[in-house]
């Protein structure tokens, strides 16, 4: 046969078949003219299979084997069944994650199983930063694979060679793979990603959280910190060989970067560098705070080619949060930077929203980002870090709605110039002072939009810890911040005795020595010590608490608001066994003299200072007056605290009380009654006031009911 004269017969076509074998034969082109003629043209260019398109990562020194892998082999593996059977489309899978856990080591992993495989024709991985760099790729594919198409793939642009490309993957029988690696932002591949055809495999991975990258058939693999065994499998491989190392010590190396695998790995590298380094001696320079991470790691000159150092792949991902998406509308744009700063020095397990939305911190950022800054700007700011896995928010988690890895916190301080870090602690101070409830009880209810029964306090508690622990000297500088007390208060309020003694104990040493023995703050905080002293050993501290008031008196003066708020704390505990019950009815007097006199009548210490008074009333034998003054002080605290406050709730257990003791049994038990619901619903059942109630209900339930 002369391939030169073939034609179609009439009314025919050539088949494809046929089309194959005369280009094979002749090694020419063979082109369809309509259905009835073929026309041959120039020799044929062969394809070179298998066409291998980038190249993936290495995989680290003692890669390990994940359960997320299981996952990604578990999604693909339906794709390729489908090219065996012809029947299923195959299904896409999206690997996302904060920079450093290992989602390009994860892809590549697979991809490596498939580069050294002859039966998948095409593999293309592309660093996915930019849509340019997509684009790229393809068309390096596009070349190697449709060798004959006419027009030539030269003619097309860019976006034409992708789309044909696309066409080709979507239509082929042939097996292929195409690796979209750390896609950057959804609109750089808009329109580029392949169809999965019946033979074909898609991987993207990217830091990005959203539907935009999880459409469709798209199966989602969350990747996260390496679990403790495989953090510690992967430094018993990388460490094993150091003298004296065990596991407990590698699994608390581990946990001190938090299992990150990218920081593991160049920690290893640092060490394994240095022989005369001990891992013991790396744990010490890893928790001194004036370290950096950039000196804990190796230099990006001794790095991997893929690898940046761990501050460097958060750099970029923080500046992509940055980026506005409309410039005439910013948003939460230019703020990502900024609220990590603040993140940074609070809990890595959790903060209340309200704290990044709290007056001090919009000021702040307004004043940082040069316009005015909203509470709506700072959710969008938040969102673009979660997008970009650089926090976490769950506002399920109503009490630690963001989260940010200890280790991203740690970088981001390293950026943080000290005088701008100290304005930063006490702005950030502020926001915890301005977040923190009145009342404040891990049991009660509190709505200020955080939902109810959430464990505020102890998220505000564990943010002010660890603010303390990053930034404690800018808390007492020029003077001590309000928030050491508040964190004191909030411990007093819920009953936590030990924990309370132990605050007071270290603040007291902190004052004494910043600001000295005689001054107004360390005389408050020696007071604060010696009263839960008193409740948390002996409640025998009468001796000194008048040495302490003494201390007032002499610095102070008698009329001063510290020595007279001072009495408080001395006389509730030790005046009966001082003056007894008289002497304390004309202390307590006095007090309330000069409680309206500075305070006002409104003022809660007022309000105590009645409530004390008409205690010792009744212990001094007038229970009749004890209840008169406590029915007159009752609407008071309604009306200035509201009826779930605990000052509310414990003047009503007094009033109750001394109200059997002035002869109404059967009215005490009734409001008893009332009160042990009340308290169960505001306080829960297991705190103190909660807990004497019973006691009391029993006591006069034989008097009542006669």
């Not at 590298?269 to 950039?294: E, G, K, S």
């Amino acid at each position: 046969m002369n391939v030169a004269d073939v034609t179609a017969g009439e009314g025919g076509g050539v088949s494809e078949l046929d089309q194959r074998a005369v280009a094979s034969t002749a090694g020419v082109v063979v082109q369809a003219g309509g259905d009835a003629t073929v026309t041959v043209g120039r020799a044929a260019r062969r394809v070179a299979w298998p066409v291998r398109v980038g190249v993936p990562p290495v995989l680290a020194n003692h890669y390990q084997e994940r359960q997320a892998h299981g996952l990604l082999t578990e999604a693909l593996a339906s794709g390729r069944t489908a090219v065996v059977v012809g029947a299923v489309r195959g299904t896409g899978v999206v690997v996302s994650g904060l920079g450093g856990v290992g989602k390009s080591q994860l892809a590549a992993r697979h991809a490596w199983s498939v580069w050294s495989d002859e039966g998948v024709d095409v593999a293309v991985w592309v660093s996915a930063l930019s849509r340019d760099a997509v684009l790229t790729a393809y068309a390096q594919a596009a070349a190697q694979v449709l060798v004959d198409r006419d027009p030539p793939i030269a003619n097309l642009s860019p976006e034409e060679v992708a789309e044909t490309f696309r066409a080709w993957l979507a239509a082929t029988s042939r097996r292929w793979l195409v690796v979209l690696d750390d896609v950057q932002d959804p609109a750089d591949v808009r329109g580029l990603e392949p169809s999965v055809g019946a033979g074909g495999q898609v991987i993207m991975t990217s830091r990005l959280r959203g539907s935009a990258l999880t459409r469709g058939a798209h199966r989602v693999i969350e990747l996260g910190v390496f679990t403790e065994e495989e953090a510690l499998d992967y430094f018993t491989g990388a460490l094993g060989g150091h003298e004296g190392v065990g596991h407990a010590q590698l699994r608390t190396l581990a946990e001190q970067f938090g299992r990150l695998p990218l920081a593991l790995g160049q920690a290893a590298a640092f060490i394994a560098d240095q022989p005369l380094l001990t891992v013991a001696d790396y744990q010490a320079m890893l928790t001194d705070r004036h370290r950096t991470l950039a000196e804990l790691t190796p230099p990006e000159g001794s790095l991997p080619e893929h690898q940046m150092t761990v501050a460097a792949t958060w750099s970029l991902s923080i500046e992509r949060a940055d980026r506005p998406d409309d410039p005439a509308r910013p948003a939460g744009a230019g703020l990502a930077r900024l609220l990590l700063e603040i993140a940074s020095l609070l809990d890595p397990n959790g903060t209340p929203l309200a704290v990044f939305t709290s007056r001090p911190v919009l000021d702040h950022l307004t004043i940082r980002a040069s316009r005015e800054v909203r509470t709506d700007d700072v959710r969008d700011g938040l969102t673009r870090l979660h997008r970009l896995t650089l926090l976490t928010l769950d506002a399920a988690q109503q009490a630690r709605t963001v989260a940010v890895h200890a280790l991203v916190q740690r970088a981001v301080r390293d950026s943080i110039p000290a005088d701008a870090l100290h304005d930063l602690a006490r702005t950030t101070a502020d926001a915890l002072c301005a977040t923190w409830p009145e009342i404040d009880s891990t049991h009660i209810r509190w709505t200020r939009g955080l939902g109810s029964s959430t464990d505020l306090g102890v998220a505000l508690r564990s943010c002010a810890d660890t603010l303390r622990s990053h930034a404690d000297s800018a808390l007492w500088t020029p003077g001590p911040h309000v928030l050491l007390d508040r964190v004191g208060k909030s411990l007093n309020d819920t009953n936590q005795v030990g924990t309370a003694l132990d605050h007071w104990r270290t603040l007291h040493q902190q004052a004494h020595t910043r600001l000295g023995p005689d001054h107004p703050d360390t005389l408050t905080a020696r007071h604060n010590l010696t009263f839960w002293r008193c409740e948390a050993i002996d409640r025998q501290s009468g001796p000194e608490f008048r040495t302490s008031l003494a201390d007032r008196l002499r610095v102070l003066g008698p009329r001063h608001p510290l020595t007279i708020s001072h009495n408080r704390g001395f006389l509730w505990p030790s005046s009966s066994e001082a003056s007894g019950p008289a002497g304390a009815v004309e202390e307590f007097t006095m007090l309330l003299a000069d409680r309206l006199r500075i305070s006002g009548p409104d003022h809660p210490h007022t309000l105590t200072a009645r409530n004390n008074l008409a205690r010792w009333q009744g212990e001094a034998g007038d229970p009749k007056r004890a209840v008169t003054e406590l029915n007159a002080l009752l609407p008071d605290y309604l009306r200035l605290l509201g009826p779930d406050h605990p000052e509310t709730l414990s003047t009503r257990h007094n009033l109750a009380h001394w109200r059997g003791h002035a002869g109404h049994p059967a009215r005490a038990l009734e409001e008893f009654e009332v009160l042990l619901s009340d308290c169960t619903r505001i306080l829960g059942p297991d705190h103190s006031h909660t807990l004497c109630i019973p006691d009391n209900i029993a006591r006069w339930r034989p008097l009542g009911r006669t």
